[in-house]
């Protein structure tokens, strides 16, 4: 260590040796891996609730179908960054649970669009504005300018983790 405090690479380190300029990296990644369990446990209920038999993993589906409608399984595989065959997989379990549907491309006749059944939009929407309603009450007490800075903060996360 160098006299002026600083360690090898010229960081500040403390007593544990833990660089301090990581140390918001270190609590963000803390943060997001507890957000991420709990996430995905939120995700396996939520998938439950549309249907018992409905996979967590193919709830994310759900979601895109209701966000952007009708969409080629090859456009979904894409965009979930899954195989052909993992997506024709869950989509076939989506399709025996009545959630979605396939349905010629009127662009291309010999390609099919998948979307949400009836029963399928409907079971997603009551589950999503249960989900809503539970966030409202977790964050009653703050403000609400604060709920949009987390959301625009978590969207450009987002943003930037995709390019």
């Given amino acids: 260590m160098h006299e002026s405090g600083t360690g090898s690479e010229g960081e500040p380190t ?5 660089n301090h300029g ?3 990296f270190l609590a ?11 996430a995905r446990a939120n995700s396996g209920e939520m998938a439950r609730e549309v249907h018992p038999e409905l996979e967590p993993a193919a709830y994310g ?3 895109r179908l209701e966000e952007c409608g009708s969409r080629r399984a090859t456009d979904l595989a894409v965009f979930f960054g899954v195989g052909k065959a ?7 379990a989506l399709e025996q649970l009545g ?17 949400l059944t009836d029963e ?10 249960a989900r809503r309603e539970r966030y409202m009450r977790k964050l ?22 995709e390019g």
Avoid: C, K, Y
């Fill in 14 to 18: 403390g007593g544990s040796g833990v």
């Fill in 22 to 24: 990581f140390q918001e």
């Fill in 28 to 38: 963000l990644e803390r943060e997001l891996a507890v957000f991420l369990r709990r």
């Fill in 61 to 63: 589906l759900l979601v």
């Fill in 86 to 92: 993992t997506m024709s997989r869950q989509l076939h």
């Fill in 99 to 115: 959630l979605v549907a396939r349905e010629p491309d009127p662009a291309d006749g010999r390609a099919s669009l998948v979307r």
């Fill in 120 to 129: 399928g939009l409907a079971r997603f929407r009551s589950v999503r504005n």
């Fill in 140 to 161: 009653a007490d703050w403000d609400r300018g604060e709920v949009a800075e987390l959301a625009r903060l978590l969207h450009q996360l987002n943003t930037r983790a």
